[in-house]
């Protein structure tokens, strides 16, 4: 510093002993020559990390010199006082004083090695630049951005690409919203392939606003196609969040026409890929737009015969004779070339229809069955013969158990069991038929055929409706080939309530997401029918047949009659209707949210919830997030905080290992209701993952001192271990022990054995075969499997809801297909031990040893007798004995000579 003083006139400082206070420097302050201020400013900044109590005092004399125009060093007096900010942690005042120092800040930014003071306000001034960016984006209108606010962010572009950091770079472009930049960031990486899977990943993760994610993903897409070798898988799953399906038809076709065989298995691969995630209605649109070359010269040959035909119209009325009209040109036999192309379209219409999956799907279950009978044999001996409930679940853990199988043996070994299930219980019982069959789309009919309603045929409404909906399991997400029959059923119900029901049950189902008219109108006049039985499903199918539309006109529709209607069943139905049509909506559904989170009927704000969980679904947005942990801690009603934390576990279904640190202190909640809720969320967060912390949390809450708790424990342990085997996972014995005794006590509650018999089954759900799933192996959301969940969990309310859970099961299965979608024999190299991945035994069957002969008691008496006895004989003389022993031995001799004698008489009389 002698060298500053030196600089500015001022004699220079010796170097002795440190500062022990700067009120000296202060003190220069004061002094009416620039020359003294600034030199004090200069060892004010120098020691300021220790001394910045002292300035703290005297910061509003620091920041006038800031103010003062006709101060010639304003950048070091704001620098100053920026400091002395931080280190009173005013982040805000220190942020704008250090945009007022301009490039002394700049400078110490890319100086060798950066404070702490600078990592933060470095933070702060790309905070406060988002900001303002989101607010520039959402309001035109806005102010514009302190340029020296983008002078700093640009520096920090600069920097990344200097040092090579382009992840950081990338991540600071996604949230200043900063499209140039993030172009220019991949296309500046030595590895562009990487940089764009990881913008991909980062995009969907961290960006919350849906609009600026498409505006990310549509940039993505163009960056893919200039790799030197597109990446056309990213492409179309791209445009498929960009819900783009004649792009991605417009894709598929130009790689089939290629005539490369490489290029031809990945338009295939893509369309399994795409299949996967289940949203029916966009593979259809990707379907009808992929062009057939068989149609295109057809249509070619229709235009020309049209174009001759009004040649031949031309000529003048008044003529007496015409020539005769042309005769219309045959359509040319298409060529091999065509044939080929025309065969590989068809082949991509077929997968994308779902019929190669679910086929290869349903042999690999029926295959692969490895179902214990002896678990279930247990179960049904286990329980109590009169009581319905544990019945109902256990006709319910076969389905399960047997799901997509087609295996029925435990039904045709017990059918006079399950003849004692009665009303809706055999309702329910008809409808896990369908769950057995699930995917038999081609014989659905003949499965059912035994149940359905028949002319002049009077049965059973329970056993009619419940076939009814078995149908809409069977071909859940794929009912092209039933909706007209299930339609036809609707209207011939005779007003039935139950027909009704399980009819419009099965619609909703097999219309998922359809978007269909005719079929919603057909619900609509059930709804308004003002039945509460066929109301409630009525009012759940016209949400499921609108899946993810947001129609502004169905949903006002929905709220006006929920208003309107006093039948809660039919209030509860509209409330997940809704819920159900702002699936993936995200900020587009919050206008409904903040509606029905409003309202005074607690069904409408327990459907709020559930609009929250499924609009949200899967993205961990923070705010969603933010208003469930409020309404979870802060509604009058249990079933609305009960639903608020449930609903976080779909909303960080993407990031489960979050979920249990999430839900912890809820679950250590005063109200059994938010317990309950706890449990059901780490299970639907963490299913399939066997996340060690979830069942830490878990397990101890399986003792719960209410039963509905332990419940929704047990279940929550069986999704979150599903498909997990002893070796990986020590924990599953102990689980499945659990299981069995709540199961075995006959003194514990019904509704904690109702959930270990389902918990039971779900470990061994599909035959062994199967996982819960709600996201698809690229990290994408599965639209039927988030849908399914979140109706099984109204199984509170309405027991036939849980057989939606079958819409949450995913085969574990890898398949391969050759260029003829056919399974060639190939053989697989594993290098782990088999015991890892291997089904678990088998239960053995316990034989009884044969019962042991008791020994005799002795009571202490008669043990004192005998021992009294015992020595009185020893006290007699030895020649007592003697006579004893000798007399003993003469009879034995006398004996034996007997004996002779009978055998040499025996001899002579023979002789």
Request: hydrophobic share 40%.
């Amino acid at each position: 510093m002698a060298s500053a003083a030196v600089a500015v006139g001022l004699p220079a400082m010796s170097s002795g002993p440190a500062l022990t206070s700067c009120r000296p420097l202060i003190a220069l302050l004061d002094e009416s020559d620039q020359a003294l201020k600034q030199f004090a400013l200069q060892k004010m900044d120098a020691v300021v990390d220790n001394y910045w109590a002292e300035m703290a005092d005297h910061i509003e004399e620091i920041e006038t010199l800031y103010e003062d125009e006709k101060f010639g060093s304003r950048e070091l007096a704001a620098l100053v006082a920026s400091k002395v900010h931080y280190h009173l942690e005013q982040f805000a005042e220190s942020l704008v004083y250090a945009l007022g120092a301009g490039a002394l800040f700049t400078g110490q930014i890319h100086s060798g090695k950066p404070s702490q003071y600078v990592f933060t306000i470095l933070s702060k001034v790309i905070d406060k630049y988002i900001a303002e960016r989101a607010e520039k984006e959402s309001n035109p209108d806005a102010e514009p951005i302190d340029p020296r606010l983008e002078a700093i962010v640009e520096s920090m572009f600069d920097r990344c690409f200097e040092e090579g950091n382009i992840k950081q770079a990338v991540g600071i472009a996604l949230e200043s919203r900063r499209l140039d930049k993030l172009e220019e960031c991949i296309n500046s990486s030595s590895d562009r392939a990487n940089t764009l899977s990881y913008t991909l990943e980062a995009a969907q993760s961290l960006i919350t606003s849906r609009l600026f994610r498409n505006k990310v993903l549509k940039v993505l897409v163009e960056l893919y196609r200039t790799l030197e070798t597109p990446d056309y898988q990213n492409i179309c799953q791209c445009l498929m969040l960009l819900d783009n399906a004649k792009a991605v038809a417009a894709q598929l076709s130009e790689l089939v026409k290629s005539g490369d065989e490489a290029q031809e298995l990945m338009a295939y691969q893509i369309a399994f890929d795409l299949c996967e995630s289940d949203m029916q209605h966009f593979l259809q649109s990707v379907r009808a737009a992929l062009p057939s070359p068989m149609d295109q010269k057809a249509s070619e040959t229709d235009a020309m015969a049209e174009d001759m035909l009004s040649a031949a119209d031309a000529g003048d009325g008044d003529t007496e004779m015409k020539e005769a009209a042309p005769e219309e040109p045959a359509a040319p036999e298409a060529t091999d070339e065509e044939k080929e192309l025309a065969s590989r379209v068809k082949k991509l219409r077929q997968i994308l229809s779902g019929e190669t999956s679910i086929g290869i799907n349903l042999e690999f279950l029926y295959r692969n069955n490895k179902t214990d009978m002896l678990i279930l044999n247990n179960i049904k001996g286990a329980l109590e013969v009169r009581n319905s409930v544990t019945h109902q679940a256990t006709v319910f853990a076969n389905a399960v158990m047997h799901c997509g199988t087609t295996v029925d043996t435990f039904i045709t070994e017990n059918l006079e069991w399950l003849k004692r299930a009665t009303n809706w219980a055999k309702f329910s019982a008809t409808a896990c038929v369908g769950m057995m069959h699930k995917g038999c789309i081609n014989s659905s009919l003949n499965v059912m055929k035994e149940y359905l309603p028949q002319a002049g045929v009077s049965s059973s409404p329970y056993a009619e409706g419940g076939a009814l909906y078995a149908l809409g399991l069977i071909h859940a997400n794929h009912g092209e080939g039933i909706l007209k029959y299930l339609c036809n059923a609707l209207r011939n119900s005779a007003n039935n309530e139950t027909i009704q029901h399980g009819a419009c049950l099965g619609l909703g189902l097999a219309g998922m997401a359809t978007g269909n008219e005719e079929l919603y109108e057909d619900l609509r006049v059930v709804l308004f029918s003002d039945n509460a039985v066929a109301g409630e499903a009525a009012g759940l199918a016209m949400g499921l047949v609108m899946l993810g539309s947001a129609s502004e006109k169905v949903i006002e529709e929905m709220i006006a009659y929920a208003h309107e209607t006093q039948h809660e069943k039919i209030i509860r139905g509209l409330a997940m209707g809704m819920a159900i049509i702002m699936y993936g909506r995200e900020e587009g559904a919050d206008t409904l949210i903040e509606q029905l989170t409003r309202d005074k009927d607690p069904i409408l704000r327990y459907g709020g919830m559930y609009t929250i969980a499924t609009a949200y679904s899967g993205t961990g947005n923070n705010s969603a997030i933010r208003r469930l942990l409020h309404v979870a801690v802060s509604d009058v009603s249990d079933d609305v905080r009960r639903a608020a934390v449930t609903c976080l576990g779909f909303v960080l279904t993407t990031i489960p290992e979050q979920c249990p640190r999430v839900v912890s202190l809820l679950a250590e909640s005063y109200n059994p209701h938010v317990r309950y809720g706890s449990t059901l969320a780490v299970g639907i967060a963490c299913a399939g993952t066997g996340l060690q912390e979830a069942i830490d949390l878990l397990e101890p809450m399986t003792k719960d001192a209410t039963d509905f708790v332990r419940q929704g424990a047990m279940l929550a342990l069986s999704m979150v271990l599903i498909q997990e085997t002893e070796v990986r996972t020590p924990k599953v014995k102990d689980v499945r022990a659990i299981f069995e005794g709540v199961i075995k006590d006959k003194h514990e509650d019904v509704m904690a054995k109702f959930g270990a018999i389902i918990a039971t089954s779900i470990l061994d759900a599909g035959g062994r075969n199967v996982t819960i799933s709600l996201t698809t192996k690229a990290g994408h959301k599965r639209m039927s499997a988030i849908v399914g969940m979140a109706v099984f969990c109204q199984y509170w309310y309405w027991f036939p809801l849980a057989h939606f859970l079958s819409l949450t099961f995913t085969p574990t299965c890898l398949i391969g297909l050759n260029r003829e979608l056919k399974m060639p024999v190939f053989d697989w190299v594993s290098n782990t031990k088999p015991s890892t991945f291997d089904y678990p035994p088998m239960t053995q069957v316990k034989t009884e040893k044969a019962p042991t002969k008791v020994a005799t008691a002795i009571l202490s008496t008669t043990a004192k007798t005998e021992a009294r006895k015992k020595g009185k004989k020893e006290t007699d003389g030895d020649g007592d004995k003697m006579e004893v022993v000798k007399e003993e031995g003469d009879k034995k001799e006398e004996k034996e000579g007997d004996k002779k004698e009978e055998k040499e008489g025996d001899k002579e009389a023979a002789a």
